[in-house]
């Protein structure tokens, strides 16, 4: 009986081991997600802030408004109307339309991540700073953009999109 009785404890006291060691994982695993902000760590897009930075310059593009939330483009693509009327009246819309940019001294970030719920609906959101400046040029002028902002991007389908009127950090 003895010998039964040791084997048996034996076996419960390797069980207990493995599972005190599937615990101790597990508990490394969590927190480690915990220190890292969980699973939410996004990178900014740059190529889509270079282009809303360059299309807001110079606010002749209608394509810019594709690049906010459906719910904010009429307003935007309203806006650019009246500044390409008013570009062509002052005689620079054409020039405004061959702008280049040159982004070496603007640098982006994203210094926030989270989900939030719109319309009932959860959403990705990312918080991303710009700064620096922008150098444009139109024609043979130069320009310096200061280009320190906070940008808002709601994650829409696949794409991320630029909203100014949904902030979960607010």
């Not at 996004?42 to 807001?56: E, G, Q, R, S, T």
């Not at 982004?103 to 620096?132: P, Q, R």
């Not at 002028?141 to 991007?153: E, F, G, H, N, R």
Request: include cysteine; proline fraction near 2%.
């Amino acid at each position: 009986m003895k010998t039964k009785d040791a084997t048996k404890l034996t076996m419960n006291t390797r069980s207990f081991t493995q599972t005190i060691r599937l615990a101790a994982t597990i508990a490394v695993v969590l927190l480690g997600l915990v220190a890292c902000g969980g699973s939410k760590q996004a990178k900014a897009p740059a190529d889509l802030i270079k282009n809303y930075v360059a299309k807001h310059a110079t606010m002749v593009d209608k394509s810019l408004a594709e690049l906010y939330v459906e719910e904010e483009q009429n307003e935007i693509l309203q806006a650019i109307e009246k500044s390409i009327a008013a570009s062509k009246e002052e005689g620079t819309y054409d020039n405004l339309t061959r702008a280049s940019f040159d982004f070496s001294k603007m640098s982006i970030e994203t210094v926030g991540a989270k989900d939030a719920y719109v319309n009932d609906e959860i959403k990705d959101f990312l918080k991303v700073a710009t700064k620096g400046s922008v150098t444009m040029t139109v024609s043979d002028t130069t320009q310096k953009i200061p280009a320190d902002s906070v940008l808002i991007l709601e994650k829409d389908g696949s794409h991320w999109k630029i909203t100014e009127k949904i902030n979960p950090w607010s």
